[in-house]
Nanobody, 121 residues
Framework: QVQLVESGGGLVQAGGSLRLSCSAS????????MGWFRQAPGKGREFVAV?????KYADSVQGRFTISRDNAKNTVYLQMNSLKPEDTAVYYC?????????????????WGQGTQVTVSS
């Protein structure tokens, strides 16, 4: 089992930055692809970014968000810059044990509880 805990969310003005962290316990994340998803009120959970043998980003965050990982700390990060009100959502990290680098949430086996990001205009 892998337990994932997100942190770093909060309230920020448009144009500001936040860094989300996802810390894991129970197993090393090293072999896995790690993704970030988000869910806005009334909408489905959507892909944001993934890191594994490569990286992928949603078009909506490309150039503004950066995903990274520190295997020694068993932690994954999402640096979010130039935030927009439409980035407001609950952000979830997830582990893909097959390391497919998929953008589909069905490929992810473990999920955190989420952290709220609110961007004011």
């Amino acid at each position: 089992q892998v337990q994932l805990v997100e942190s770093g969310g909060g309230l920020v003005q448009a144009g500001g930055s936040l860094r989300l962290s996802c810390s894991a316990s129970g197993r090393t994340l090293r072999p896995y692809a790690m993704g970030w998803f988000r869910q806005a009120p009334g909408k489905g959970r959507e892909f944001v970014a993934v890191v594994g043998w490569g990286t992928k980003y949603a078009d909506s965050v490309q150039g503004r968000f950066t995903i990274s990982r520190d295997n020694a700390k068993n932690t994954v990060y999402l640096q979010m810059n130039s935030l927009k009100p439409e980035d407001t959502a609950v952000y979830y990290c997830a582990a893909d044990t097959a390391s497919t680098l998929s953008t589909a949430k069905g490929f992810y086996d473990y999920w955190g509880q989420g952290t709220q990001v609110t961007v004011s205009s």
